[in-house]
């Protein structure tokens, strides 16, 4: 066991630097385009999804809780709020920089994620158009709460001001999360075995890809560091890490289950999600794009 807490705090702590400079760009990036991110979504109309898409990749803390928002006031359609969800990286991105992947790996990941939303954001809007014979309604001048606003209340850590500060507070906040997470899956590698652990999840047809996307509907950055680190020691598939991480959305489920009264529809975006990430996981390792 002291071997065990010796080798996670040391690998964490090797992390801390790489950790550190990731939110320090994602912070400025975000201090520097939110609102004129807000203003392209905004104007996308039927290209909605394919800007969403776009723009999701790039890491925003409170992106996903602002296209949630955008939703609520049906300033978006359906599809795009799909398609940003889809292709939100969350703390993965992080994760795997500061775990120094390699960086095909990495844009292989995002692209996925990105062309899987962009399709599934335009299939989605096609179809209720169909059916409903006319495009959705938007309302204009919708405003809102702002990202600063959403992250505020629901603690994504992207504070207005300093974005040093900023970084610190989100740097030592996932550093203590990932050092938790790392601890119990060393765990559980040294006391049930990675070979045992993972022929439980990946010699199973479909049970890896099930419990992936259960695991991405843990609504905060939880549910990305588990899956990625999962990843990282090579416990679950790519194809079971994309499923889950397309189904997680950091904070937008629950922005969007505070911000939009309709439960029921609500819940469709939920199994939407689900079922989307949990077919193209599959799909992924079935074709060995990992």
Sequence with gaps: MLEIIEDTLVDGIKLLPFLFVAYLIMEYIEHKTSNKTKKVIQKSGKFGPILGGALGV???????????NLYAGRVITLGTLIAI??????????????????????????????????????????????FRKSKMALKEGTEGETIAQMCEHDHCHCEEGSIIKS?????????LFILIITFIINVGVEYIGKENISNMVLNIPVIGSLISGLVGLIPNCAGSIILTELYLEEVISM????????????????????????????????????????????IIDMLGLG
């Design 58 to 68: 790039f890491p925003q803390c409170g992106f996903s809780a602002l296209a949630a």
């Design 85 to 130: 969800f889809l292709s939100t990286s969350d703390e993965m991105l992080p994760v795997l920089i500061s775990e120094t992947a390699p960086i095909e790996i990495i844009l292989k990941i995002l692209a996925i994620k990105l062309v899987i939303g962009i399709i599934a954001g335009i299939i989605i809007d096609l179809i209720i158009n169909i």
């Design 167 to 175: 970084s610190i507070k989100h740097t030592i906040s996932i550093f």
């Design 239 to 282: 194809g079971s890490m994309i499923g889950g991480l397309l189904v997680g959305s950091g904070i937008g489920i629950l922005v969007l289950f505070r911000v939009n009264k309709n439960i029921k529809e609500n819940l469709k975006v939920v199994g939407i999600l689900y079922v989307i990430g949990v077919i193209c996981g599959l």
